[in-house]
């Protein structure tokens, strides 16, 4: 294949793999909606106290 060849086909494959600009729905209701809230779970019943089981070794 000679030099003129593959300019060509680089040129060809360049044309068909241009990217066509896309409004993208998601990406701008994520960025107009703001941060999101943060959640605190410090609110509501706590966590019950799990013991281990005897002889475990935890470390």
């Not at 360049?14 to 993208?24: G, K, M």
């Not at 998601?26 to 605190?40: D, F, Q, V």
């Amino acid at each position: 294949m000679s030099e003129t060849e593959f300019d060509q086909v680089m040129e060809a494959v360049r044309t068909a793999i241009v990217l066509v600009p896309v409004e993208d729905a998601l990406a701008r209701s994520l960025i107009s909606a703001g941060p999101p809230e943060a959640t605190n779970d410090n609110v509501g019943p706590p966590w019950p106290i799990i013991p281990f089981p005897e002889g475990s070794c935890v470390s």
